[in-house]
């Protein structure tokens, strides 16, 4: 069992940064995919980021290419999103979750493990 708890989230103006942390409790995260979801209002959950258990792979989606870093420390049991250029449109409720599967790590299917969400907000 894994359970995730996610930090960081908050206002910022857009142009600004924030970094997410999501913490796990259990000792196998080093064996789990981590990803970080988002749901904006009214919106479905989007795949944002994921990265591999090792840390060697990172996958993002299109939208934050660029702009956002994923990345974990095992001995922690910590994943991170460093979010920087932030828009108007990354407002939303972040989520991380973790999967055992290594594939199709961009959609939520895979994930079995979901933390409860962290608000973020950016001001124009």
């Known amino acids: 069992q894994v359970q995730l708890v996610e930090s960081g989230g908050g206002l910022v103006q857009a142009g600004g940064s924030l970094r997410l942390s999501c913490a796990a409790s259990?000792?196998?995260?080093?064996?789990?995919?981590m990803g970080w979801f988002r749901q904006a209002p009214g919106k479905e959950r989007q795949f944002v980021a994921a990265i591999t258990w090792s840390g060697g792979n990172t996958y993002y989606a299109d939208s934050v290419k660029g702009r956002f870093t994923i990345s974990r420390d095992n001995a922690k049991n910590t994943v991170y999103l460093q979010m920087n250029s932030l828009k108007p449109e990354d407002t939303a409720i972040y989520y991380c979750a973790g999967t055992r599967q290594g594939y199709e790590l961009g959609y939520d299917r895979p994930y079995n493990y979901w933390g409860q969400g962290t608000q973020v907000t950016v001001s124009s």
């Open positions: 259990g000792r196998t995260f080093s064996n789990f995919y």
